[in-house]
């Protein structure tokens, strides 16, 4: 019998929800980097075998809302708990629970649908009784799971344990599918990562990336990519464009490579800087950027 079942990971800022689901997927389809509220969207990823199909869900990390784009992921959050098989609630090992963590334990409690507890980065600490234990208090997760999303440990067996709960259903998409999330979405994800990962600290929450324009060369060898880095204050492009122009050079050449191995050609990356001051507070541009569903 084949199963087929959708499966919302939700958690903290930080825990390695893209991680996993990287991990899982065996593509890079979630940006990954240590600064809160890197993911934005609810990134749908597929996985398939013989035996199952599991859709999985991506969510931001549940965070306070400061602005219009704070209020947008937690409203991807809130849409993406509709109409689940299973809640993947993660957490890591590195401290205790918090409110924030409790906060979402009592949200996912009201949904009535099976929940797992998953502690991640079993490899960096070995706290895993102690969080399993605060865990189980809440008296609501089916089964608690120790892995780690980056080496890739106990993954095989957090599938294996889904299969057990999703019900028997048809293949909801081609076995190649792998993402709801169009190329041109992940790239500007992809130079938003490099963005994140290079800027200083009070830089990377108001970066934003838009494609421009994406086209092959005459030649056709060549996949010609035009990106705009928006961000808030004339002092943040400064720093993004870096003493001439370093910094935009160094996010540039990390993206192109990220770009190359997931479009499989070449790529030309031109990136331009615009300044628009608080832009995470206007619905057009918003929208322009891809956060959906405005």
């Keep these: ?3 087929s079942g959708f499966v919302t990971i939700v958690g903290r800022p930080n825990v390695g929800k893209s991680t996993i ?10 940006i990954i980097s240590d600064k809160p509220q890197t993911t934005r969207n609810k990134i ?15 969510t931001p990390g549940i965070h306070k809302p400061k602005n219009k784009l704070g209020e947008y992921m937690s409203q991807e959050i809130d849409s993406s708990l509709d109409g689940m098989d299973l809640v993947i609630f993660m957490t890591d090992e590195r401290k205790s629970l918090g409110p924030g963590d409790k906060y979402i334990i009592d949200k996912i409690k009201e949904l009535k649908i099976p929940v797992f507890g998953v502690v991640n980065k079993i490899d960096i600490n070995k706290n895993f009784q102690n969080v399993c234990k605060e865990l189980e208090a809440f008296d609501v997760f089916e089964s608690i799971h120790s892995i780690s999303a980056s080496e890739g440990t106990n993954i095989d067996k957090l599938i294996e344990k889904i299969k057990t709960i999703i019900p028997e259903g048809p293949k909801y998409y081609p076995d190649e599918y792998i993402t709801d999330m169009p190329e ?3 790239i500007a994800e992809l130079i938003r990562e490099k963005a994140l990962n290079y800027l200083m600290q009070e830089v990377p929450h108001g970066v934003g990336v838009y494609i421009d324009k ?6 056709g060898n060549v996949i010609n990519i035009n990106a705009t880095i928006m961000c808030e204050k004339k002092s943040h492009k400064g720093i993004i464009i870096g003493k001439q122009g370093s910094m935009l050079k160094k996010i540039g050449k990390a993206s192109r490579k990220e770009i190359n191995k997931l479009l499989g050609s070449k790529t030309y990356l031109d990136l331009w800087v615009k300044v628009k001051k608080d832009w995470r507070d206007d619905e057009k541009t918003l929208k322009d950027l891809g956060y959906r569903d405005w």
């Design 1 to 3: 019998m084949f199963r």
């Design 21 to 30: 689901i990287n991990n899982i997927i065996g593509e890079k389809i979630s």
């Design 44 to 58: 749908q990823a597929v996985y398939t075998d013989d035996e199952s199909q599991i859709i999985f869900i991506d």
């Design 184 to 186: 041109r979405f992940i």
């Design 214 to 219: 994406i086209e092959g060369s005459d030649d």
